[in-house]
């Protein structure tokens, strides 16, 4: 299975900072890399797909870059709204497989 | 709208069996590969298992293949999981998931609200 590491685990920041969350996959795959948010006690909402495209009425603010094994997910400035867990998943291969999350908190 | 509503989460004792059911309503259902997949409480992301648009393909996680059957019924626009030999590992929120292609791996464009499966003594 593609084991997809994800760091920080958590993360704190204030309102209008930069965030940046890393994704690695255990092997190459490609481009089949999408982000979802999940905000308590809801269920996870899709942010990115494809390592950079954006989702119809997902913010500006939100980008994701990467190909092969590294990616990115940035927020280019933190609104409270953003709070939330945030993971990583790959769809190249069969099971895909999530990141373990990255818990996003405002400072 | 694009809707998914789970239902069939309860309390089972372990080695028992249930069956999930998912209604999907505002796409074409059987346009779409579904998904289910699961998140224990207080934990990640699990892929459980997925079936093609016709049902005539389908994949398992290896923690539940041989004890979990997926199935849909495009006529009824219903996704179902029969669980069977379930054990206290299997404890989760189970969400039904519509895929973005017709046969396989994607990512995932809508999810339903989850519905809870307890295996507990």
């Known amino acids: 299975d593609i084991q997809m590491t994800q760091s920080p685990s958590s993360l704190s920041a204030s309102v209008g900072d930069r965030v940046t969350i890393t994704c690695q996959a255990s092997r190459d795959i490609t481009k089949y890399l999408n982000w979802y948010q999940q905000k308590p006690g809801k269920a996870p909402k899709l942010l990115i797909y494809d390592a950079s495209n954006l989702e119809a009425g997902v913010p500006s603010r939100f980008s994701g870059s990467g190909s092969g094994t590294d990616f990115t997910l940035t927020i280019s400035s933190l609104q409270p709204e953003d709070i939330g867990t945030y993971y990583c998943q790959q769809y190249d291969f069969l099971p895909q497989t999530f990141g373990q999350g990255t818990k996003l908190e405002i400072k | 709208e694009v809707q998914l509503v789970e239902s069939g989460g309860v309390v089972v004792q372990p080695g028992g069996s249930l069956r999930l059911s998912c209604a999907a309503s505002?796409?074409?259902?059987?346009?779409?590969?579904m998904h289910w997949v699961r998140q224990p409480p207080g934990k990640g992301l699990e892929w459980v298992s997925l079936i093609s648009w016709d049902g005539g393909t389908s994949y398992y996680a290896d923690s539940v293949k041989g004890r979990f059957t997926i199935s849909r019924d495009n006529s009824k626009k219903s996704l179902y999981l029969q669980m069977n030999s379930l054990r206290p590992e299997d404890t989760a929120l189970y969400y039904c998931?519509?895929?973005?292609?017709?046969?396989?791996?994607?990512?995932?464009?809508?999810w339903g609200q989850g519905t809870l499966v307890t295996v507990s003594s």
């Open positions: 998931v519509k895929g973005t292609n017709g046969y396989s791996g994607s990512y995932y464009d809508y």
């Open positions: 505002g796409f074409t259902f059987d346009d779409y590969a």
